[in-house]
Structure formats: structure tokens, C-alpha cells
DNA sequence: TTCGTTTCTGACTATTTGGTCAATCTGCTT
DNA sequence: AAGCAGATTGACCAAATAGTCAGAAACGAA
């Protein structure tokens, strides 16, 4: 049914000069204050082949956003790869945000800009949060309450901490220490044992 | 230095018919998507009164958020006054919160949208949050790991409670339950302890 | 009532912008 | 080499839009 050719070289090539460029652009305005004009300007392209990509410009927004997703989704998985323990998993994923919101603030504020609905549970990215939640509370690391609100519980918390980072430029022990220390409110929050939710954190 | 003469009557109508109007449309699009020609339709009121109110759209917008912000502003101290407990103000906040997301979802949607820079300190609604957890702080009812991320800690989760509510229309019995829950897990989180944060988060 | 001031009005314009399309180009297949 | 499918180009257009302004209206004071 799906008869998926792989794009040609150039199609990639253009496609992916327009995504750049909305990449920078979308940093600073929303989609609604920025011309096509600009866009293809800045990726050197035509106007006609933005159209090519993308019926409009809220698509290509989309597609913009959904690549920045994806990217930290892969490092999310990347990180937590081999790692079974769930709560450690869980704070894995707020690690790899800091991380982002430190090295790539331009893309981080990108990402939650585009996360409104960030509390969806199909969201692909919380797909696995939701997940090890689950199964922390299946063995009795959480405490029952977070069965309903854990997980936009930790979606909140991971995103502020990011916005925090991203505001306040800190220095790397710095950056360190709010992250450890968020871990530790966090996680004892969801009920894991504070002395076990200091030792994750330490864990840099 | 300040010679604030009271502004006619007929000249707050007009401006607050704008500021309904932009509430009302602010709630699906961004400004950017807006044009002045459907605020000015909305409100009743020919277009060149627009700019005798606002110099341009986006000055606009920022009114319209502060309105919002404001009523919200109030509506937490008016909830806290008398209350001494530093740790009860900072739940009462968040039930505020709550309510707000559930009586006036539109409104609260402007809300979050606007909050770009949610956690910035000096933003008159994070005032009251900061003096209660540094009060809290001082007093010993917190855990030391809250003084630096306690404010944008809180602030997620108070944000967070709120779209939830918003996305997920819950029973009036079931969103007081999400409240609570988020109050057992936040509080504990901040250092309190277990029974006391259930204690809290029972009294509705 | 009269007069001066402030606000309102809505037609008008200069500009911007999303989207189209026929011609051109590119690279692959035969 | 020749042919072909699909991508690229950029001039072009119709619609939308921000902001202006001169006159009308409402208001407050005397």
C-alpha cells in the first residue's frame, strides 16, 4: 500500500535548506510572523519550491518542530538504552533534557514552543515515559497518586527546568547542581526514598 | 511627575470591548494570525480607535494578557489572605490554579500562552511564590534542594495541573482528585512530609 | 447654550504576502 | 544520445492588512 520511494539527493537537499532556515527563523517568531519570502531567502531556494515540500506554511512549521522532536527523542532512547531499572530511566529522560536545553538552547526553545500539548499521552515522546511510569508503579517505587498525574508531573517539570536553563545562562556546575537538585525534588515527589532519589541525582 | 487623569467612561468601553474582543480571539490564534480589521468587527468599534488605544497589534496582545494575569493575580491573594503558613499559601496557589483552569478554560489557555517566561522571577505573579518558599525555606519546611529550582519547580507544576485540566475535561469530583494528587506529589517533593502534604491536599 | 477638547469613525492607500504556473533544468533510464 | 519524469525557478497576481487622517460626534465646563 505504501509504496515509499526514497527522495532524490536533491529533493533531500532543498528540503532539508528550508528546514534550516525555519529552524533559525522559528527561534525567534512564530510561524505567523515569518514570510515564505524570508524562508526561502535564507535557504537560498525558490519560492515555488517551498510548495513543493509543503502545502503550507503550518506544515512546514510542523515538519520543522517534528524534526527537533525527533532528534531528542533518538537521545532520549539513546541514553536509556540498556538501562531496566524504570525510575532510572525516568530520570534518565530529564538528563537528556537539561543536556538540550544547555547545548542546543536555540532548538530547546524551539521544542517547547511547539509543545503545547505537551501532556498528550500518544505523544510519541512521552510514549515511553508513560510507559516506565507504569511500570515503577507496577513494582511499588512510586507512590500510588502518581499513577494519574506522574506523568504530566515529570513533563512539567522537565520542561521548566529546561525554560530555567535556557533563561539563566549557568555555568556548567552550576547547570549540574539545578539538575541534580530537581532530580531530588522530583523524584522524591513521585515517592521514591530520598536517599535513593539523592544518589540518581549524584549520579551525573 | 505622573499626571494620570481618569479616563472617561466612554473611552474604557470602548477599550474594554477591545480587550473582550481580543480575548475571545486570542484563545485559537496568535496575534500574528490575527488581523486588527476582525478585533475592531468583534468589538463593535470602527478601526481607528484601535490606535487610539494601542500603537500596534503587539502592544495589544500584552494588554489583553496582563487583564488575564491580572484576575488571576488577585484571585490568589484574595485566596491567601489570612492564611500564615507559608507551605498552605504555596498549596493555595495551586488550587487556585486549578480552579482557574476549570471555571475559565479560555481564559486560562490565554493564560499559559502568554507565560512564555513563566519563571522569570520578577514577574509580579512569581513574587508572592518566591517570598512564601524562601519563608518556608527559612522556617525548615522545606528540603534545601528547593532554594535554587523551588520557584520554577512549583511554577511547572502549577502550569502543568493546569493544562491537564484544561485538555482533559475531568468530573468536578475527579479534578479535585488531580488536584490533590498533584499536591501530595509537589509538596513532598518540596521537603514536606508525607502526612502533612496529604492533610493539605485533602482540605479542598 | 456654547465652545474647546477628546474620542470615534470609516474610507483610503501603500505594502506585504500566500500561492500559482509555464518555462527551464537535472539527472536517470533506455 | 535521446527521452522523460520530476524538481526548480521566479515573475506574476489577487487578496489581505497595517496604519493614516480629516471630518463627525460626544463630552465636559462655563
Redesign the pocket.
Known amino acids: 500500500m505504501a509504496s515509499q520511494?526514497t527522495?532524490?539527493?536533491?529533493?533531500?537537499?532543498?528540503?532539508a535548506a528550508l528546514i534550516a532556515a525555519g529552524l533559525e527563523l522559528l527561534v525567534d517568531r512564530p510561524?505567523?510572523?515569518?514570510?515564505?519570502?524570508?524562508?526561502?531567502a535564507r535557504?537560498?531556494?525558490?519560492?515555488?519550491?517551498?510548495?513543493?515540500?509543503f502545502?503550507?506554511?503550518?506544515h512546514f512549521a510542523a515538519a520543522v518542530a517534528a524534526e527537533v522532536r525527533m532528534d531528542v527523542e533518538a537521545e532520549v532512547t539513546r541514553a536509556n538504552a540498556g538501562v531496566i531499572d524504570p525510575v532510572a530511566r525516568i530520570a534518565g529522560g530529564m538528563r537528556v533534557a537539561a543536556t538540550f536545553a544547555l547545548s542546543q538552547p536555540r532548538r530547546a526553545t524551539l521544542l517547547l514552543r511547539s509543545q503545547v500539548p505537551a501532556t498528550r499521552q500518544t505523544h510519541p515522546l512521552n510514549r515511553g515515559l508513560k510507559e516506565d511510569i507504569e511500570a515503577a508503579l507496577a513494582a511499588g517505587l512510586l507512590r500510588p497518586e502518581a499513577a494519574h498525574v506522574g506523568l504530566p508531573y515529570w513533563l512539567g517539570l522537565c520542561q521548566v527546568l529546561m525554560i530555567h536553563l535556557i533563561e539563566t545562562h549557568p555555568a556548567p556546575e552550576a547547570a549540574e547542581a539545578r539538575l541534580a537538585e530537581m532530580l531530588v525534588l522530583g523524584l522524591t515527589g513521585l515517592g521514591v526514598p530520598a536517599d535513593r532519589a539523592a544518589a540518581i541525582a549524584r549520579a551525573s
Open positions: 520511494t527522495p532524490s539527493p536533491r529533493t533531500q537537499r532543498t528540503r510561524i505567523d510572523a515569518i514570510a515564505i519570502d524570508e524562508v526561502v535557504a537560498g531556494v525558490a519560492k515555488g519550491s517551498f510548495f513543493n515540500h502545502p503550507d506554511k503550518h
